[in-house]
């Protein structure tokens, strides 16, 4: 018999979701960045670097590439990195809004 999730069931069966390839790519921007506990980068600097780490299978042309990021959300892992120990914040870019969108990882 198959039941709905719980809350908790839900986030874990997205979190199991997530490609390891999106994991490596936002481990190293946070390597990268990381400074006095904190880093913050783009959110285009963040799909670059999936795009970087994303396997050839996905064989698609540079637009369905990032595409493929958007629609299958894989820019969707903050509550996994808050289940490590970050609090991640991420800006959203608003109509009219000259600065572009970013995230922001805090150490707990």
């Not at 039941?3 to 490609?19: R, T, V």
């Not at 490596?24 to 780490?53: M, P, R, T, Y």
């Not at 894989?74 to 914040?89: C, I, M, P, Q, S």
Request: hydrophobic share 35%; net charge neutral; aromatic share 10%.
């Amino acid at each position: 018999m198959v039941k709905p999730f719980s809350p908790e069931e839900a986030l874990a069966q997205k979190h199991a979701n997530i490609p390891d390839f999106v994991i490596k790519a936002i481990n190293g921007l946070l390597a990268k960045k990381i400074q006095s506990g904190q880093a913050s980068f783009l959110q285009d600097e963040a799909v670059d670097a999936i795009l970087a780490e994303m396997p050839k299978e996905v064989d698609q042309n540079d637009h369905q590439r990032r595409q493929y990021v958007f629609n299958n959300n894989l820019l969707d892992f903050e509550a996994l990195y808050r289940d490590h120990g970050w609090n991640v914040t991420f800006n959203k870019k608003c109509i009219g809004d000259t600065d572009p969108s970013n995230y922001q990882f805090r150490r707990k």
